[in-house]
Every structure is written in structure tokens, then in C-alpha cells.
């Protein structure tokens, strides 16, 4: 369901606002690989906001641009059949004299080829509700991102840290109904953490989201616009008018736990632990002053997550994880409260890995293997359709990383993916192989440069494809 790619977006990658080269050259591990944005404390395993005066201890200035490609015939009814984005961030990190600051901006571009009749951004995001009109065109999304975040020490060993984001993105399809999509996010959080000493530190934090998308449909020539709120995939009723709007309004808070506790020099532990509430409404107007509430739904979240780095000897670091989460929602008709959808989503994981630099010749190495079971049950009572799953995934990830020259990197990683059953587009024995490959150049006196480059080919049980490829640099400027 989209709704999880949604939710991962906010929460898992608001550390990170774009991939890390390095880490993506590799294979994407996240296991055993000692990185600057995979450091086993409260902001990367945790993200908590108020440990950046610790992980981010200098002045630097990232500027990326990336580059994202997908398509293929592995998609569902109301996907695009291509999906292009195209983006450019500005993230900066000063030192100040009372704590640090990190700001960022990011302008993106995507454009959806062959959009089938969906008007609203993303239409599988959990819920029952959608509008559509009767045509298949090109959607083009734009607009930028913003935000801080702001950490200091306020009394001995208390850290205090705020982060606010914003961002704004029309969207605008082609053809008829020439439908307009306007979607703003506002999230922030308030974090705390606090160090009883260097080898154990907590930390908690206060997320909320407001999150709105607004729809209109407008005919430019003598003809009503025809649109259809959909409730299920099989009812919907038509309204017809010179303009039809409709409105997704959500409200999110999310509340985080963390721990990290050293109880060996070469041993590091991270707890963490979560629960998320929110609640979107459908919307459409109704007289000039006020809306009609259409439909209601409730989302609910929480987990918990494990992850151990031990270090038996120098150059060698083996890594393990575990963590488990608890997806579930449901929705209704707001005039006759009748419940007409309602899932859950649970997964189990664990996970391990190894890492090790060689002495003889400048070669890292990674390899890991993840492991879990799926679980999940939909009961979608307007459309008389249940389902239960409980299938098993795992996944493989080797990476390599050459210092062919004095500071300057060759990088290069596999990954080999495979779920029992794909709950974001519903297929069985999903498979997913990709490759990766990138580059390092760390010998300039005030500049760093990162690379990388990948290719996925992700495939179900009846043949279906998609492929995906992504590139990105990274100019990194020290002392700006």
C-alpha cells in the first residue's frame, strides 16, 4: 500500500533528505558498514534532531542533483506507465557558537507519463476514497522543499533540538479535465535527549504533520467537467459542474523513543521505539462557506527496532538488527459512520552482516542478509473482498570499495530482493535485482565529490517488470 512509502518518506529519510552516494554505490547496506550517515547514535539510527551538535561537528555544504527513472508493466490500475524526477538540493550544516544548524532546499520536478484516470497524487495511499475523471494523460508535479533543524545544549548533558519542513507541489494533468492537484506538507518535531554518561544516552521526540492536497477539475471549453469520487474500486457517484473540487486533509503526530548504551569499547547497542496516529479526511465543497465531509480515516503505527555493532578487531565490524511494526487503518462514511475499509499490515525482521577493510590492500567489504515475515489483512466490505497473506522476504547485499589512488574511490554493489507477496501493488513472489556503481574523489584541500549510478529490474510471478534507474552527485564544500 502506498501509504507505507508515504509514511517512509516523512519519517525514515528526513535525516538524509537525499540518498548518500556512498552508501547507495554499495548496495544500499545498513547493517555493518561505518558511515557518516549510518553512525550508530541518536540522529542516524534514531533521527533525533537534538544529537546533530554531536554527529555534525563541521561546516559543510552539500549540492546534489539526482536524477530518478522508472517504467515498466509491473503496475496497478491507476499507475503511471512512466515516471520521471528530476531534482536539485542545497543542505548545509554551520557550526555556531551555542549549538548547530542544518537548512536545506530542494526543487523537484516529476513527470508521470500515461497517468490512467487518477487525479489526486497518490492514489493508493491507504484509503478508500479517490477522484478520477475518464481519461489517461501526462501528469507534471513541481515545486520546492524547505526546512531546518536547530540543536543546542541548554544545561549540562540536556540536549534540546527543533526541526520544521514545508513543502509545495503543483501539479497539473495535460488533457481533460485539466485537473490541478496543489499539495502542501507542514511537519516539525520537538526533540530531547540527554547523556548520562558517553556510553549510555535516551533521547524522545514530538512529530506532527498537517498534510493537505486540494483537487479542481476544470473544463476550458462550454462542457461540464465529469468527475467520480470513488468509494472502493467498484462505487462511485458522478458529479458534474463547470469546476469540481475535492480535498484531502490529514493530521499526523508520531511519538519516538530512542536509546544508545555502550557497554563494551567495542560494542554499541540502539533501541528504538514508535507510535504514530492520524487522521485524513475527505473532502468537497459544499455551499461557499464550508465542506462536506465525505469520508474518515484512521491510520495507527508503532514498532520497535534492535540494531548491535560489535567490533572484535580493528578493520572488522559485524552488525545485527531486528525490528517489528504494526500498520493498521480504517475508514468510513462520515454521514452514516459505516465502516467500509479496514487493513493491517505487520513484518518481523532481523537481519546481519559483516564489513571488513584489509590491511594488505586498500579494499572494504560488505556483505548482509535480511530475513522476515509479512502479514497482512484487508477487509474491504463495500467491495465484498477479503484477503490474508503471510508470506516470508529476504534480501542480499554485497558491496565493494577500491582506494585505487591516494584518497580517490571506485565503489560498486548487488542486491538481490524477493517477497513472498508485494503489499504495495498486491503481486506474489516479487523479485528485485540491482546493481550499483560509484566514485569518490576526497584529495582537494576544500571540496569532496560523490557519485553513484544504479539499475533495479524488479519482476513478479507473471512476467510483469518494471526497471528503475537512479544517479546522483554530490559536490561537498568544507569551510563556505
Known sequence: MKRLLILFIVFATQVAFTQNERIAALGNPTIALKDFDLDLNLYDFGNNYAWLIEDHTFDVLYIRPKINFQSGDYRRFYDAEKNS????????????????????????????????????????????????????????YNGPRVGFQYSFIPLKNFYLGFDLNYQIVDGLKNIYSRAKSL???????????????????????????DNKESIEAKSEDLFDAEIFNYRGDTFAFRRRSQTVEQTYREKLNRYDLAAIISPLENLNIGLKGNYLNSNLKTQFPYGTLKEYEEGHTVFEDYGTALKVHYSPIRNLLFGFEGGFDNYSSWSRVSETA?????????????????????????????????????????SKYIDNYFSNYKEPFYSLTFGFEFEILTKAFLRAGYSFNKLGFDVVRGSKDV???????GFGLYNFNSLQIDFYISYSIQSNSISQKNKFLNSQLNLKIFNY
Open 431 to 437: 523479485k528485485s535485482n540491482s546493481i550499483s556503481a
Open 338 to 378: 459505516l465502516m467500509i475499509w479496514k487493513w493491517n499490515i505487520q513484518t518481523i525482521s532481523i537481519g546481519s552482516g559483516i564489513s571488513y577493510k584489509f590491511n594488505s590492500f586498500p579494499l572494504i567489504s560488505i556483505f548482509e542478509i535480511k530475513s522476515g515475515i509479512v502479514k497482512s489483512d484487508s
Open 85 to 140: 524526477i528530476y531534482s536539485l538540493s542545497f543542505d548545509g550544516t554551520k557550526i555556531l557558537k551555542d549549538g548547530a544548524f542544518r537548512g536545506y532546499v530542494i526543487y523537484e520536478i516529476e513527470n508521470r507519463k500515461n497517468v490512467n484516470r487518477a487525479l489526486s497524487r497518490y492514489p493508493y495511499n491507504g484509503i478508500p476514497f479517490r477522484m478520477t475523471d475518464t481519461t489517461t494523460g501526462d501528469f507534471l
Open 183 to 209: 499539495w502542501r506538507n507542514i511537519d516539525g518535531s520537538i526533540n530531547l535527549a540527554y547523556k548520562f554518561s558517553n556510553d549510555f544516552v535516551v533521547g524522545g521526540k514530538l512529530t506532527m504533520l
